[in-house]
């Protein structure tokens, strides 16, 4: 069995822990106590490889005389499993060799990736909407803890959260960015971890960087944290004990009566 079926055999084993967590939001929610669930996006409520993919085929077409090897690999794409973290891993993969090709294309995706515009081409990660419903519904305050920044994402996110049907914007959401787009993600969510205890509870925290799930795992000791298994940061840590791997959320559906 290779590493990525171990993770993905351990993630479907702690999967029932996901119903576990509605059960508790409610017995606090019935007690009239405040309860907090933290939500990454990016790897972790949407998979934005799509958001890639569409912004490559758009570079290949309005620079295909500058981009002619990014163009030829369009004709035989077949499946998202090509887009790796890394864009130059991806270039690769893809068959671009040329050094200036390579730069006029991480230029153009720079400019596009980290925008309003593009947010809405990435898709969620299969069950995301469905349990985030169920946590909101259940009385826990949302918060969609994000390395994304308020000057050039923050509206595209909103509108691609309200897109795809997630509670955002009313009473029990709760959308925190960084203010500065050069902010460090780690040293972000570690200071803002500190305002989000002084809000209540955290129940549950929702992660694919090993490096922010340890942080906030090792802030909210009581909560519990998952780790999705999607892509995450070349060298990253080791995740710290206790924090349960997920492929996706699709497990976590109700049973019918």
């Given at each position: 069995?290779?590493t990525?079926s171990?993770?993905i055999?351990?993630g479907q084993?702690?999967?029932?822990?996901l119903?576990?967590?509605?059960t508790?939001i409610?017995?606090?929610?019935g007690?009239?106590?405040s309860?907090l669930?933290?939500?990454?996006?990016?790897?972790?409520?949407?998979d934005?490889?799509?958001?890639?993919?569409?912004i490559?085929?758009?570079?290949?077409e309005k620079?295909?005389?500058s981009t002619?090897?990014?163009?030829?690999?369009?004709?035989?794409?077949q499946n998202?499993?090509?887009i790796?973290y890394?864009l130059?891993v991806?270039?690769?993969?893809?068959?671009?060799?040329?050094?200036?090709?390579?730069?006029?294309?991480?230029?153009?995706w720079?400019k596009?990736?980290?925008s309003?515009?593009?947010?809405k081409?990435?898709?969620p990660?299969p069950?995301?909407?469905?349990?985030?419903?169920?946590v909101?519904?259940?009385?826990?305050?949302?918060i969609?803890?994000?390395?994304?920044?308020?000057?050039?994402?923050?509206v595209?996110t909103?509108?691609?959260?309200?897109l795809y049907g997630?509670?955002?914007?009313?009473?029990g959401?709760?959308?925190?960015?960084k203010k500065?787009?050069?902010?460090?993600?780690?040293i972000?969510?570690?200071?803002?971890?500190?305002?989000i205890?002084?809000?209540?509870e955290?129940?549950?925290?929702?992660?694919n960087e090993p490096a922010?799930?340890?942080?906030l795992?090792?802030?909210?000791?009581?909560a519990?944290?998952f780790?999705v298994?999607?892509q995450?940061?070349p060298g990253a840590p080791?995740?710290e004990?206790g924090?349960?791997?997920?492929?996706d959320?699709?497990?976590?559906?109700?049973r019918?009566k």
């Amino acid at each position: 069995m290779t590493t990525l079926s171990r993770k993905i055999a351990a993630g479907q084993k702690q999967a029932p822990l996901l119903p576990s967590v509605i059960t508790r939001i409610k017995q606090r929610t019935g007690a009239g106590r405040s309860t907090l669930a933290i939500f990454d996006l990016d790897g972790t409520l949407f998979d934005n490889r799509t958001r890639t993919i569409f912004i490559l085929r758009e570079i290949s077409e309005k620079f295909d005389r500058s981009t002619p090897q990014l163009a030829a690999a369009f004709e035989n794409f077949q499946n998202l499993s090509v887009i790796d973290y890394s864009l130059d891993v991806t270039l690769k993969r893809l068959g671009v060799r040329s050094r200036a090709e390579a730069a006029l294309i991480r230029a153009e995706w720079a400019k596009r990736f980290f925008s309003d515009e593009y947010q809405k081409y990435d898709m969620p990660i299969p069950g995301a909407k469905q349990y985030v419903e169920r946590v909101h519904k259940a009385g826990a305050t949302v918060i969609y803890l994000t390395g994304r920044d308020v000057g050039r994402m923050l509206v595209g996110t909103t509108e691609v959260l309200r897109l795809y049907g997630f509670p955002v914007g009313v009473a029990g959401t709760m959308t925190i960015v960084k203010k500065e787009f050069g902010q460090d993600d780690e040293i972000f969510k570690k200071e803002v971890s500190g305002y989000i205890d002084r809000l209540g509870e955290v129940v549950a925290v929702f992660e694919n960087e090993p490096a922010n799930s340890n942080i906030l795992h090792a802030r909210f000791p009581d909560a519990a944290s998952f780790f999705v298994l999607t892509q995450h940061k070349p060298g990253a840590p080791a995740l710290e004990p206790g924090i349960r791997r997920i492929k996706d959320f699709r497990q976590c559906k109700p049973r019918s009566k």
